[in-house]
């Protein structure tokens, strides 16, 4: 079940399935870059303004699963219009900033996204644009990403199956009502 904060501006209703901390796993592979499994951790947020604050940081995983170095950091603003069309302005570590445009599917929480615009740094690394599709599964969050640089055409680059991350204060405060042995619960 989807919690609708009291104070989320209606403009971001279409898209409140997104809001929460995520956190999961997925395969990153592409061309010049060592294939390798990799942890995410996601957070979209809101402070009443029509937008969503979107924050993602992704490590490489080794074979136990451990950190072993950083990925990627992006981090942006989503919004929404009375149409379901979805508009982004991301930023990423490696000195490209990114503007999305998408849709939301009309009857499934699913948004598919590409670049309408990309600006580099001239330190980072080749790219010229992207496509995601991002899913709300079974209450779990996925997404693929595909991008494109000046010698490799567009093609599956990222993908991740994140999972809600809850926070033991929102469940912990339920228990205020609990007697004060606590045992009275559990009868």
């Known amino acids: 079940m989807i919690e609708i904060p009291s104070d989320l501006h209606p403009d971001l209703l279409p898209i409140a399935f997104l809001l929460g901390n995520w956190q999961g796993a997925g395969v990153f592979d592409f061309p010049g870059a060592e294939k390798c499994n990799f ?5 979209f947020t809101h402070d009443g303004r029509p937008f969503l604050e979107y924050a993602s940081h992704s490590w490489v995983l080794d074979a136990d699963g451990k950190k072993t170095a950083p990925l990627e950091t992006e981090s942006g603003y989503w919004r929404i219009d009375g ?6 302005a991301m930023a990423r570590d490696g000195g490209v900033i990114e503007i999305w445009y998408g849709q939301l599917a009309a009857g499934k929480p699913q948004i598919d996204l590409v670049t309408d615009a990309v600006a580099r740094l001239g330190s980072a690394e080749p790219y010229s644009g992207g496509k995601r599709l991002y899913g709300y599964v079974k209450s779990d969050l996925m997404w693929v990403g595909e991008k494109s640089t000046p010698e490799v055409e567009l093609r599956p680059y990222m993908s991740a199956h994140l999972k ?7 469940w912990a405060k339920d228990l205020t009502d609990l007697p004060d042995d606590g045992i009275a619960f559990f009868k």
């Open 39 to 43: 942890g995410q951790e996601v957070t």
């Open 164 to 170: 809600k991350v809850v926070d033991p204060s929102e």
């Open 83 to 88: 149409d379901r069309k979805i508009e982004i």
